[in-house]
């Protein structure tokens, strides 16, 4: 089956893997979405349908040399989300990739989460 552009593919691994990723009270969905200059974050808790937390690059003050774009600015938005979720005393999440790849500034995001505290 061919798919007329990236996004159409990354649909269809996204609807796959939602079949299984589902965020709770509990344990909420840490979900990734890209963009060519931007990266955001959200927990989300799908039994209530409300997003608990989020963060992104479109809303923070970067630092020289990061931006949304490239893995320290993804690596930010990771610690955002992090801390924002141990303040409402969240420590345990489903990782959520969206139908990217983990690799990059997914990956990035990923692994500064779990050094704010996440576990996934």
């Avoid at 020289?64 to 490239?70: D, R, V």
């Avoid at 989300?81 to 345990?92: D, L, N, R, Y």
Wanted: charged residues 25%.
């Amino acid at each position: 089956m061919r798919f007329n552009s990236k996004n159409e593919a990354r649909e269809r691994r996204k609807k796959h893997i939602r079949k299984v990723v589902v965020g709770t009270t509990e344990r909420p969905r840490l979900c990734v979405f890209r963009s060519v200059n931007h990266i955001y974050a959200q927990l989300i808790d799908d039994e209530t349908g409300r997003t608990l937390a989020s963060a992104s690059s479109l809303k923070m003050t970067m630092p020289e040399g990061a931006t949304g774009g490239n893995r320290e600015g993804a690596k930010l938005v990771g610690q955002a989300v992090a801390e924002m979720a141990v303040g409402k005393s969240i420590t345990q999440v489903v990782f959520d990739r969206n139908g990217y790849l983990y690799h990059g500034r997914v990956a990035a995001l990923a692994d500064a989460a779990r050094q704010g505290g996440l576990q996934f």
